[in-house]
């Protein structure tokens, strides 16, 4: 059980050590370099990773915060009279309605909300609305402000760790072709000589 429980560390330290810029005289060259390109870019990871997520989240959250702003300005809450009671919209997400309510320039309007499941006709509810009494998004709410910003900052870091892994992967290939074609040059090499003495 020990083991096992040790199993994936030591698959995990083995990697690294595979890594590990060595003197070893079985490592060839490419795997010097393959090496120390691998930790270039787990560096650059470890640096461009938090930058990334800072920048995309001042981003995400000066966009999404300029955005609540502009709903709650050219936004109006104003409350609207269900003529109808709630039912299940056909695939059972939502229960809708429909409404009449009054626009801020007076004039009437009658449309389908989405209130409350089993609200009865006559239940008065209040909807988001723009100046000319048309149903709008309600602005964002704070916590839904934050959560864009944490969102942003995670899909940045995980477009940079992609990107890196994308690189560290074609620096892969091109070093196993490198050692194939080595294995081959020595194999050619040495090849004759053992079957001689076989």
Not at 38 to 46: D, H, I, K, R, S
Not at 86 to 93: M, N, R, S, T, V
Request: net charge positive; proline share 7%.
């Amino acid at each position: 059980m020990g083991w096992q429980a040790r199993s994936p560390a030591m698959r995990v330290i083995r990697l690294l050590r595979g890594y590990w810029p060595g003197r070893s005289p079985l490592r060839r060259r490419c795997d010097r370099a393959e090496a120390a390109i691998v930790g270039a870019l787990l560096v650059v990871l470890a640096v461009a990773g938090p930058v990334a997520a800072i920048v995309a989240g001042h981003w995400a959250h000066d966009s999404s915060a300029q955005a609540r702003r502009a709903q709650l300005t050219t936004g109006y809450h104003v409350p609207a009279i269900l003529l109808t009671s709630a039912i299940w919209e056909p695939a059972g997400f939502f229960a809708w309605a429909r409404a009449r309510w009054t626009a801020p320039d007076g004039t009437r309007h009658t449309g389908d909300v989405f209130p409350a499941a089993g609200s009865p006709a006559g239940t008065t509810i209040q909807v988001w609305v723009d100046a000319s009494g048309r149903l709008a998004d309600p602005p964002l709410k704070p916590a839904q402000v934050e959560g864009q910003t944490v969102l942003a900052g995670v899909l940045a870091v995980m477009c940079v760790a992609v990107l890196l892994w994308s690189a560290g992967l074609a620096v892969h290939l091109a070093a196993n072709r490198r050692r194939m074609a080595a294995w081959d040059d020595e194999w050619r090499a040495t090849g004759p000589k053992w079957s001689r003495h076989g």
